[in-house]
T-cell receptor
């Protein structure tokens, strides 16, 4: 299975600031996905990170708030911009491989 | 629209069998996944069904009926460590097997001695 790492594993941030989360995969993958899991909730897809083109965002998520980079086939970043307490969540990257789909360990974000 | 339904909570006894149901209505279908998630951890892949029938993997089995939009996860010989959330997710139609996953709300299972 794919080995996925994320940085940072957790952070506490002030309202109005931005945080960039990194996702690194140990093999080349065509598509990477970013999910959010709010406290006590299930996972919600934010966007699909496409290599060589702009990310595809789900309804309710916009590029200005969650800019995504995908410079190569093993790496992606998600930025949470102009944060508010409502952005406190776990952010997870996910990759498909061999028909299955794997998740990184997640980044736990708390916004004060 | 897309809708995936699971029971919110279930309780079972150690050593018993429990079945967690999932029904779905999605605009496309390219497989159904089950994940286990312990508190504070990332989801762990359990099973994947794309054809009708039962897939067995140790103490865990997963069943799919595409015509009924229905799946279940069966956990046998329950252990205390099986207390966790179980997430049902449907993969939409995308590029081969790389379509995005849509998750249900998850079922919190509590195993009691």
């Amino acid at each position: 299975s794919a080995v996925i790492s994320q940085k940072p594993s957790r952070d506490i941030c002030q309202r109005g600031t931005s945080l960039t989360i990194q996702c690194q995969v140990d093999s080349q993958v065509t598509m990477m996905f970013w999910y959010r899991q709010q406290p006590g909730q299930s996972l919600t897809l934010i966007a699909t990170a496409n290599q060589g083109s702009e990310a595809t965002y789900e309804s309710g998520f916009v590029i200005d708030k969650f800019p995504i980079s995908r410079p190569n086939l093993t790496f992606s970043t998600l930025t949470v911009s102009n944060m508010s307490p409502e952005d406190s969540s776990i952010y997870l990257c996910s990759v498909p491989q061999f028909g299955e789909q794997f998740f990184g360990p997640g980044t736990r974000l708390t916004v004060l | 629209g897309q809708n995936i339904d699971q029971p919110t909570e279930m309780t079972a006894t150690e050593g018993a069998i429990v079945q967690i149901n999932c029904t779905y209505q999605t605009s496309g279908f390219n497989g159904l996944f089950w994940y286990q998630q312990h508190a504070g951890e990332a989801p762990t892949f359990l099973s994947y069904n794309v054809l009708d029938g039962l897939e067995e993997k140790g103490r865990f089995s997963s069943f799919l009926s595409r015509s009924k939009g229905y799946s279940y996860l069966l956990l046998k010989e329950l252990q205390m460590k099986d207390s966790a959330s179980y997430l049902c997710a449907v993969r939409g139609v995308g590029s081969g097997n790389t379509g995005k996953l849509i998750f249900g709300q998850g079922t919190t299972l509590q195993v009691k001695p």
